[in-house]
T-cell receptor
Framework: DSGVTQTPKHLITATGQRVTLRCSPR?????VYWYQQSLDQGLQFLIQ???????AKGNILERFSAQQFPDLHSELNLSSLELGDSALYFC??????????????FGPGTRLTVL | ELKVEQNPLFLSMQEGKNYTIYCNYS?????LYWYRQDPGKSLESLFV?????AVKQEGRLMASLDTKARLSTLHITAAVHDLSATYFC???????????????FGQGTRLTINP
């Protein structure tokens, strides 16, 4: 158990709908990262927050948005869902240091199925 | 743009044998990570390599980093069935900034160890 929690574990929804994925980082970690894992795209970085502020953006669609709250938990919002959004979404957290290892620890993931 | 390539992508081997997974990356980085993923599960951190010539070992797994060649290897010694999993290398691009460290992942190497 990495200490990173994600809810829900599974999500099944229809095209055009909107969903929210939630992540709580490990105690003491200030950085939260979101990744998408799919068979065709592999593991792709979406977005990162550090202490409430957006710090890096990857291949995140405009239909997707995220935020990190004062208690450091984060939410990833996916809207106007398409079949191709079906994937495993991981949240990871790290301390956010500029030195040392700053290993990212991954949560269990949310499996999203869009029908 | 940083590209990370692993090879082989699929590896089937017998217990007791040795093998190496290779990870090449295209731009300068001083941080390379190895993760393990079991089917349907999250990613587990194995090693963090921070400097040229770094070598880390844990049980039957040993990872090394050559920053000049932009190459990392994950060597498996006397493989056992429990090591069957998908192994990912991941590289943090560019200069490290506090609170900003996305990871670019390789495609993953699916390792199957047969009794």
């Amino acid at each position: 158990d990495s200490g990173v929690t994600q809810t829900p574990k599974h999500l099944i929804t229809a095209t055009g709908q909107r969903v929210t994925l939630r992540c709580s980082p490990r105690s003491g970690d200030l950085s939260v990262y979101w990744y998408q894992q799919s068979l065709d795209q592999g593991l792709q970085f979406l977005i990162q927050y550090y202490n409430g502020e957006e710090r890096a953006k990857g291949n995140i669609l405009e239909r997707f948005s995220a935020q990190q709250f004062p208690d450091l938990h984060s939410e990833l919002n996916l809207s106007s869902l398409e079949l191709g959004d079906s994937a495993l979404y991981f949240c990871a957290s790290s301390v956010g240091l500029a030195i040392g290892t700053d290993t990212q620890y991954f949560g269990p993931g949310t499996r999203l199925t869009v029908l | 743009e940083l590209k990370v390539e692993q090879n082989p992508l699929f590896l089937s081997m017998q217990e007791g044998k040795n093998y190496t997974i290779y990870c090449n990356y295209s731009t300068t980085s001083d941080r390379l990570y190895w993760y393990r993923q079991d089917p349907g599960k999250s990613l587990e951190s194995l090693f963090v390599l921070l400097s040229n010539g770094a070598v880390k070992q844990e049980g039957r797994l040993m990872a090394s980093l050559d920053t000049k060649a932009r190459l990392s290897t994950l060597h498996i010694t006397a493989a056992v069935h429990d090591l069957s999993a998908t192994y990912f290398c991941a590289v943090a691009p560019g200069v490290r900034i506090q609170g900003a460290q996305k990871l670019v992942f390789g495609q993953g190497t699916r390792l199957t160890i047969n009794p």
